[in-house]
């Protein structure tokens, strides 16, 4: 590309002349254009050589990358050096001007060079894309991990919560948001576009997603309600495909059954605590006859959780085996067992931190949720059958007591749940148990 | 407000718990909010949190915002013992982990807490606003100055080029952004609506603003623009009332003669290289008859440098005092004289660093542009006769040699100057010169 | 013009060969634009030709609009023969083809080409104007009338309240509208765009206005709202500089203050009634807490009936000398009589045709309002004194009672009244009389 | 309903006192609310009554809806007698109020009814449904044509070009605009949502569509559209599913493949013209570079015709034998024969008024396009072989042509055709027929 060319040459003179020491002789093409860009002055000419930059980078094959990734982590580092001397200035009583050479010193100058190149338009999907790269060559290069940290720390700003924006998703939603929903679901997959008219069309379904105005066409995460008469205890009855829609006004209970985040390239970056708060918050708003906000989530971890305990415990391994049969009246004799122990499960099993096993749960408990009811039979896919033992819960959202959850979840560790929850237990511990 | 109260007794139980220290006595109750939210897990309750402090801040008198800015830069600083710690295991060998938890130490603490708050709806707007404030105070409370550098690091790479929107103001945008446009008009004064209209509404009239999409209603900066058969050299007959509009296509220069920015609370951000490019670029797809994009600028700082060569300089003199009549006919004469001191002040008269002195000379040179030609009697205004005895200069953008300007003025100090301006220079050498 | 040389040439050709009979000699060049156009098979070059004779319409001066008007009436009206012979079929059991031809023949062929100038981009807006143009002519021209009814019958047609689009006006309004606003207002002027921004800025004032798809930028209808806590009696309170807003949330009644049809040229084509009801029924569901909707109009022909009767009723007389005065300390001690005779005026005065004299009255109960209150000192302009003696009205809109005030009134000319109203009369009839 | 059990009451009273003469005692709901509607005095309660009236519809099963229409051709038609009446009034110089009268009677009463059902929200989308129901009954009841020239008539002035809206159908377009886009394509089916996207996404594909405001989320018509190099002669080559897009700014040639009208309600409307000329100037502004617009067009009673001729010409015997093989190879040897007596078909086989019998050759010319080329193999479908043997064809649309050739076709059933396409013909006349 004649423009890139142009660039080398400019890069000849600029070099000799400015400060940034003679060019290594091995610097590639896509280096002389980082260097330039990060020595170029204010604005100037950074969206032009953002957009080059980014360009040779599309074109790279794995292995560039990685050395384009090694490139930033070593040559585009921060001096720890520098950063003691200027940190002692300041200690030292050097005041502001000192205050800020060591902010500057102590930001990895690539952070800069990432900043730089979100001007070119479309740039911040593709630097999410790129961290994207980054996070799939980690396990394999963990010393690349310094750049990863400037990604997110860079992403947790320009993605803050102030500059999102909540969106209806609907049967009007333009074609090409709506494929990505279909390709992002993560819990409940979407079969294809009819399945997909089955969950935003009908009177008493609604889906709402954050988007970035910078990446218009790309949702970051999304969330599927059905509004209910009652809090429904089965996945399946709720996607069923004869069912006859309700009257939105005419429901009393909202479930959030499926929440997915869209953009591998965030990850760490998020959002589903606000975004069900704030869908809380607008569909009370719409429909007031709302009384009540709950999930239908599955219990990831109870199966594996069962194969840990079931040399001990006779009940755990006949769970164990009616689910391996993966059929509802295998299961049916056991569903109280199955519910006890889920419970026990929920509210019992910790991690050394003291938080629960489940990773479900950790993130509706650490949002404020409690745990209000447990059903057996729920999820009667091979899935659900595979990793809870068809087994599914509802998180409950009082926005009244959120905070105060949240607070006994974090700092001491209580997992709020209903007295029903709570009975399953004791009926547990009195006679399902012999230890 | 009970809401304060309600977080004021969380934060009783909650500080007690949270490895915070104790709380000190003196602590004011924004200050207990900043600390809550400083220490909310994640996203957790930050919204509400976000709004309170902000609700607190605006109910703030003078005092006790210094006092909140205060607090800021002592409590909320990094601690550069912690800094030097960090930086030295990473220097020995840490690995990513170390440099993490560098570049964590590495931060004021109020960067965070900015970040957060900038979760409630409309903070971002609100957070430059109270820099504002800051920067108002910062000539008495020079010690702040390093809050204000959390601000503008925060501030680049939230109001990123590749974050804002371009868009045009015309007489079909809504009357809210348009009243802005008047009030934010800096260099030609815009006296009411109608006076507005003749700038927005002629066929041969544009103008264009950058936004950033959680300010939406807030220009950032905009720039003015007339489309012209050739370059104009005043601009009272540019923006004269009786005037036949020109069909746009008919026109092959647009001028760009008042360039604004809006938000005095992002000072130091920098936007208006990027939009000169932008605009230019929209204009030459719109009306590809356009050949030449040039300003129609003031030279602020030419009197000033008149005064002072005065003593040595008899020419100098005399167009001060012509320029003291405020009066054309009095100028007339000297026409010649002012175009050639002009040229001289451009070219020759710099600062210790060697850059021009005149500032907006220093903004469009170092954007890249050229020297295109000097007019007198360009502003006969009363404030065009005080600042630079009547005189203007168009800038010439092409964006073909903005680079190479750049560079030029950047790295030699060279101001691109069309061979007309510099032959007045010659001119001036041999002839009205005896020095 | 060349495309207009370019169908004379056509037209040369083409009525040689068509049905169109010979075209007299004397045919202008507009003239034969319009047969092209009632003789293009379909849809075919229909826009062309419709852009064509309305850009030589535009072009015309006012005797040769006259001379268009006069060609539209006599060359392309029906021929009664035609229909005669046509109906005749029809009534002998000529079956649908009958009625077919009946209809083509009864419709005057000026309503065809009218239909096929609507073609061109823009046409509607200039239709509307054509035919204020003709309203202007009519009372010299009486015999161009029947042009009249043919505009008047595809208008109601165009114009249908199902294809109207009431939108919000406020102070996000593009300015272009705005400046209609202002133009259009023709009851309490606005005086500049300060005046505008107190009328739809403060959070307790509200603007709408009907739109027609085809006009976008050209409101045809709006009416401004106040929301009061209470019902207010004077109109300068209402519109007074310096007063207070009050929460939306907060306001029990709104009151429609003012009502301005926008086009002259839709005289006859009435959407005040359809546009009051649906701005109910938006604030009601916007603001539930609004209780009360009425208006604050004007008595229009108060004055005029006062002097009518004066010579017999000396408390009439004496209200039109201290209205003169146009001071409200002179009206103050006649404010219940004022009240009782307008009261009278209102509910008694009447047209040969038994509806009252006044047009502002027989708008408002011909929509199904009741007169609700009446108020003396409510209108202290000039114009208000001039009058009406300073009086107003409140009108109540109670949507579930208009129908039936509607049927009321235009079957038994019942006037629906407000008891207190019909007590001031009953108040007058004992007390105040002597007849 | 007891809205409709209310306004039941409310006509009990109404009629009595109204001039509508005794209501007759068979009159069913929904001929009380029209007579209601009707005699209802301007807007007033029109949109209430016209709901109602809508929804009674909704609710008829077949038989109640042909009672409907019965109802409107002879309860509410016109009276001929008075229109014979009011026209010798008017021609024995009754005037313009005497020419008023007569246009009223002459329009069945009817067609106001229906303007007046129109003022309810949504109505236009289900008067368009109603006439559907019309259209179909109207084999078995012909008496009911009259109304359906009513419709007509209304739908002519509504859905007027001067309303319509262009709107570009894309991939980001809502969902529940595209699923009528699969829906309606009438030509060349679209199998499913990959399909579609196959047409809409690549950048060599566009579509367009009429809209009407009153049914913004209902197409008019659309046309899909290829940009090609050249021009191409397999509709099945120009949807391959696996080939490889053009880059749009390359193509020279945009082929019309497909034109769908969408409402069987609006038949007789027309706007495949229009729509055509529309998309024509649309891409050309767009896409400079473009230099022809033909369509890729079916031939659909080319085999019928054959058919016709088979006895007398052997060699279309062979065409239908090689064609009922549906088999690309056995048509191969024919290629030559086949393009030869499409060319003879489209340019010599006349309907009895001279136009030709091909239905698709009697729209593209007598919308002014030309015959530009025959292709044979160009449709290998199943249906591409029964209807013509594979043959398509081009029509080509050239701006600066079509008012000539739309004038020689309709006046002198002048067919334009290439030369080309001409010399096919010749040379059929003297090597490839005996006659």
Redesign the interface.
């Known amino acids: 590309m004649s423009r890139i060319a142009f660039f080398a040459d ?1 890069m000849g ?2 070099f000799e ?2 400060a940034l020491g003679a060019p290594a002789p091995s610097r590639t093409p896509v280096e002389e254009l980082c260097a330039a860009l990060l020595s170029a ?8 050589l953002a957009r080059d930059i980014l360009s040779h980078y599309r074109a790279m094959g794995a292995d560039e990358r990685a050395d384009f990734f090694r490139h930033l982590a070593t040559e585009l ?2 001096d ?2 520098r ?2 001397a200027a ?2 200035r ?2 030292d009583g050097g ?3 000192a ?2 050479d ?2 500057r010193e ?3 100058r690539r952070q800069e060079l990432l ?1 730089r190149m ?4 479309g ?2 999907e593709e630097l999410v894309r790129m961290r994207l790269d980054l996070l799939r060559l980690l396990p394999e290069a ?5 750049i990863d ?2 990604f997110q ?2 992403f ?3 993605f ?4 999102l ?1 909540l969106r209806h998703i609907d ?6 948001i ?1 494929e990505k929903i279909i390709e992002y679901e993560a819990v409940h997959a979407i079969n ?2 009819d399945d997909l ?1 089955r969950r935003l069309r009908p009177s008493d379904r609604r889906c709402f997603a954050f988007f970035h ?2 990446m218009p ?1 790309e949702p970051l995460i999304f969330v599927e309600v059905a509004l209910c008469k009652g809090t429904p205890g089965s996945v399946q009855a709720l996607l069923a495909e004869g069912r006859t829609p309700l009257a939105a006004a005419d429901c009393d209970t909202a479930v959030f059954y499926s929440i997915s985040n869209c953009q591998e390239g965030l990850r760490g970056i ?2 589903g ?2 975004l069900i ?1 704030q869908v809380v918050e607008e569909l009370r708003r719409d429909l007031p006859a709302l009384r009540r906000f709950v999930t239908l989530s599955p219990v990831p971890g109870l199966s594996r959780w069962l194969a840990g305990i079931a040399p001990d415990r006779p009940e755990a391994a006949r769970l164990l085996a009616a689910g391996a049969a993966a059929d509802p009246e295998t299961m049916a004799p056991e569903v109280q067992t199955l519910r006890r122990l889920t419970a026990e499960y929920l509210l019992q099993a910790r991690r050394p931190d003291g938080l629960p096993v489940d990773p479900v749960a950790r993130f509706h408990l ?3 949720a409690l745990l209000h009811e447990i059903h057996a039979l729920a999820d009667v896919s091979a899935n659900g059958f595979r990793q809870s033992c068809s087994a599914m819960v509802n998180y409950l959202y009082d926005l009244s007591q ?2 105060t959850n ?2 006994g979840f ?2 001491g560790k209580v997992v709020a749940a209903s007295k029903k929850v709570q009975s399953l237990l004791a009926q547990g511990s009195t006679t399902g148990r012999k230890s």
């Open positions: 400019l003179t600029l002349r400015h002055p204010g604005e100037v000419s950074g969206v032009r580092d921060l720890a050096d950063v003691i940190a002692t300041y200690r005041g502001p001007s205050l800020a060591l902010c102590a930001e990895p900043r979100n001007q070119a338009p740039a911040t963990p010393e690349l991990a310094a940290a400037d720390h860079l947790s700003s320009w803050n919560r102030g500059f924006v049967w009007r939603t333009p074609a090409n709506l294809d576009w008219q105005p910078a066409e998020s959002f605590n606000s708060k650490g949002n404020g959120v905070e949240t607070e974090l700092t």
